[in-house]
């Protein structure tokens, strides 16, 4: 049956949420965008009046999208080339969906969605759809098709493995700001001493270059190490300006709601670095550099305003 505009409206009121679903799933705007589509493409396939409940009809369609695929990403990512991270999204993005509590924020969190993949696809979904947006356990078994007793046991175990490797501090814009400028003073300064007494003594520095750009295959680990890593990243160098294309422009600012460093060349954005801040000092340094999953931030970056860039590197 043809949908109607009334059908059409009702889709597109609950794309947002869909989408944001979706993100937290995959970790991929790109592949949430495609699962959302084909979740309307099956909507438009059904017959739409006898959908008693819509929002939990489309919910379940796009779950279990999103489970497919989180299957043969599984099997993608053994012959993916180097580290894998998710994709950054600025500041703004309407796919970091809401953030109205704090388990909403870690939930897209770049640290979070990076220990999402240690989860079965089950638990992610879980996970996703109880600590994000606040389904019932009912609700959850009725999506996967599973018992409640089932919903809430996957639940606990995935909230304890997250848990354990969640060492994330809620901060505020400024202080985010804040942090940016005293990493970037410190990484800028020559000298790996400053940048050690902002680290925690077991912090690692791992980045994405999908095989398209150099990045490291194994994580930087300890104080130390990523110090070094970090001073050469930030030293000028010829072949790093061949690289991505010119001088890089680098500027503070927050993404997947944490404090982050955005490289640009001539607008376009080449690299995410995520800095994941505990009390004791930044724990970690995740950097998204893999041009395919940089194209979002790109067009969102066009979109706002950012001022002067702090320095021009490279």
Known sequence: MALTMDDVDRFEAARPRLEAIAYRMLGSAAEA????????????????????????????????????????????RETYVGQWLPEPLLEGDPMLGPADTVEQRESVSFAVLALLERLSPNERAVYVLREAFAYAHREIAEILDISEASAQQIFHRAKKHIAEGKARTEIDEAAARRIVDEFLAAATSGRTEPLVRLLTQEAIAVGDGGGKVPARAKAFEGAVAVAKFLRGLFKPAKAKRALIGGSAEIYAATANGGPAVVAVVDGRVVGVMCLEVTDEGIAAVRSQVNPDKLDRATERWAADEHGEPLFTAF
């Not at 309307?40 to 409940?53: N, S």
């Not at 489309?58 to 099997?75: F, G, I, M, P």
Request: proline letters at 2%; hydrophobic letters at 45%; one cysteine or more.
């Open 33 to 76: 965008e495609d699962a959302v589509q084909e979740t309307f493409l099956r909507w438009q396939a059904g017959d739409v009046e006898r959908i008693e409940v819509p929002e939990a009809w489309l919910t379940k369609v796009l779950t279990n999208l999103c489970l497919n695929q989180l299957t043969s990403a599984r099997a993608r």
